[in-house]
């Protein structure tokens, strides 16, 4: 029986292994685009992915590009509760984690009402939504991962993961400027970095261009954005069970196992028992394990999909980050 197992496995990965090999090429060269112009990666996987979506046609890369965006996808989520400990929340106190509460509920609410009014699904409401206020492209591939199988699900995921990195990239050089312009402390600085841009490294970028105090406070937030992963997560599964979404039958696990990875990683790094070495280790395969799916996911999608969604999808992902901005600043002048 054991060998007939591994005769599986071995086919197995010999059907996976040239669809993971390209995209693995595509996140490396990704990687040193970023690396040297300075955009983000997750843009440069996703272009150069989609360049190369007739790999996932017919073929011997069809399986492995599969697999890639879907299982490697969940384990870089899941490998993102490294990134979260307890003690970091609580050192800033409980206004922080009220603000980000607040406006995560608030934003994510708001997305869903106006992607209805606009005449979408709430799914893509919902993605969008989760994307602006948590973490950007991993909220918005983790929210896809969890949800129900829809037939524009992989394009909203894309064109969210799209707008969400170009849109990081522009708060990176004009939010610094809005703190100074509203005479932001470097603590108030810091929250409003790290509660407004959308990806992790966009925040890092922006809070140490200002103050060294600026940036730690920026990061803590951030990753207690990241750290409201689960429960939206949690809660958008029970949502969509409770309403029969998935038309098919099949629904997904109301707690979804890369999601008890992301709180086992966060208990275990709230332990300080994790070395730095294998702390940064982990953050990296993450980082890889998600620009490698979403190298894998540009390459599912048609490039003439993503061009024929309009001009309403942008005024819903420019109307959430702007609503965002204004709902921090709001929140800190009352004293969050």
Known sequence: MSSIALVSIQSRARELAPGIAVSLIVAAAATFLSEHYGAPVMLFALLLGMALNFLSGEGQCKAGIEFTARSVLRIGVALLGMRITLEQIAGLGWKPVALVVTLVVVTILVSVVAAKALGFQR?????????????????????????????????????????????????????????????????????????????????????????????????????MRVAMLLPVILAAATITRLQGADTTGKRPPLLPMFAVGFLALACLNSTGWVPAVVQGGVNELSRWCLVVAISALGMKTQIKELAAVGIKPILLMVGETVFLVALVLLLLHWGF
């Open 123 to 223: 799914l893509f409401g919902m993605l969008t939504g989760g994307a602006t206020a948590i973490c950007g492209a991993s909220a918005a591939l983790a929210l896809a991962a969890s949800l129900p199988n829809h037939p524009q699900k992989e394009r909203a995921t894309l064109f969210t993961v799209i707008g969400v990195s170009a849109l990081s990239t522009v708060a990176m050089i004009v939010y610094p400027m809005i703190a100074n312009w509203f005479a932001l402390s470097p603590q108030e600085a810091g929250v409003f970095l790290g509660a407004t841009i959308h990806d992790v490294a966009q925040v890092v970028g922006a809070g140490y261009s200002m103050s060294t105090e600026t940036g730690d406070t920026a990061t803590v937030v951030k990753l």
